[in-house]
């Protein structure tokens, strides 16, 4: 039987940057491979077009890929999309820190 190894948001906020992008779920780290070119393009036409439209409509905020959402808890599950906005009124609930609240892209 192979025992899987599990640790916090508070753990994984600790790791050393090692060059990798991680993620966490349901406790177990995720290294994250690099994204593709296809990927990459439509991901930063996605985040230009949202930026210019919440920066202009005074929305929230936009964060990029490296920024990590803490989802669930224990175990736990950090998220890192693509591409996260959080209206206005929920950015105060985020806190600080990679592992901090929850981003809603609606």
């Known amino acids: 039987m192979t025992t899987i190894q599990t640790m916090t948001a508070e753990e994984l906020l600790r ?25 990459g393009k439509i991901t930063a036409i996605l985040t230009g ?10 929305l929230g905020t936009v964060y990029a890929a490296e920024t990590g959402f803490k989802l669930a808890a224990d175990p736990d599950t950090v998220r890192a999309p ?10 105060a609930a985020l806190g600080e820190g990679k592992a901090s609240g929850q981003a809603r892209l609606t």
Do not use: I, K, T, Y
């Not at 991680?22 to 296809?38: F, H, K, N």
């Not at 693509?82 to 950015?91: N, S, Y």
């Open 49 to 58: 077009s949202l930026v210019q439209h919440v920066l202009a409509n005074g």
């Open 15 to 39: 790791l050393p940057d090692d060059g990798w992008r991680c993620e966490l779920v349901r406790g177990e780290l995720r290294r994250m491979s690099p994204a593709g070119q296809e990927h």
């Open 82 to 91: 693509d591409v996260a906005f959080v209206r206005r009124e929920r950015l």
